[in-house]
């Protein structure tokens, strides 16, 4: 609605960042709503005076700050976060809240895909829109070029599920280009090392149909990957 029907028309672009970022550290408190504080480790010194991120626009941001805790200046607008910066920077700390309709964050469940920008990334970002093999509008993947560290912490009373090892209860640490969170009535088990996630409704969901393609895929990564050194 917000991309398609706003009295004014969303600003929209896509430029990479000509800055990179080495990880991130998350501490994120799930209630009716998501409220986060997202350091980000700039991976060089550039003495840039400006750094830009693409944050989803249902997320208000409260503060910025840099590694010494000086506050940042900065300015939100649509799906965009300009920070300015006039010393040598080595981590950016966004602090924000909020909650995105469709990629909800809440008490009863959480479901954040690793595409949609719901934490802090590095550039500016086509969010939603079209393409041209595919006109219909949608949600455009985005994702970090290489691998980055992360570690999250999630304060909630739910179990939370992620694509990143679980060290202890609902903290997270790995590398990866993005990050999921789900929770809610969700079940899980592991077949061969694959974990998966479908949700708890009741009813009995054929697991020998997953466990055929796990065999499938498990198969065609052996005939198709080189091996090892």
């Not at 350091?39 to 840039?48: D, P, S, V």
């Not at 041209?132 to 070029?145: A, K, R, S």
Request: hydrophobic residues 30%; proline residues 5%.
């Amino acid at each position: 609605y917000y991309y398609r029907f706003s009295p004014r028309q969303p600003v929209t672009k896509e430029e990479p960042a000509d800055f990179s970022v080495s990880g991130y550290k998350m501490d994120l408190e799930i209630t009716d709503r998501l409220e986060g504080e997202v350091t980000l480790y700039i991976a060089e010194k550039t003495g840039r005076d400006h750094y830009y991120f693409t944050l989803y626009h249902t997320y208000q941001v409260t503060g910025v700050r840099d590694q010494d805790g000086r506050r940042l200046q900065f300015q939100q607008y649509d799906d965009y976060v300009d920070v300015e910066d006039t010393g040598d920077i080595e981590a950016v700390t966004i602090s924000y809240r909020g909650s995105a309709p469709g990629f909800y964050s809440h008490e009863k469940g959480i479901r954040l895909s690793s595409y949609v920008p719901y934490y802090p990334r590095p550039g500016y970002h086509v969010v939603f829109g079209k393409t041209e093999e595919i006109q219909n509008t949608e949600y455009f993947p985005i994702l970090e070029e290489n691998l980055c560290s992360f570690d999250i912490q999630i304060h909630t009373g739910q179990q939370v599920y992620s694509n990143l090892p679980e060290l202890e209860k609902n903290h997270f640490q790995g590398e990866a280009n993005g990050v999921f969170l789900l929770s809610g009535f969700v079940e899980e088990y592991d077949y061969r090392g694959v974990r998966i996630l479908y949700p708890y409704d009741g009813r009995e969901w054929d697991r020998g149909g997953w466990e055929k393609s796990i065999d499938y895929l498990k198969a065609f990564e052996a005939a198709h990957l080189p091996p090892e050194q």
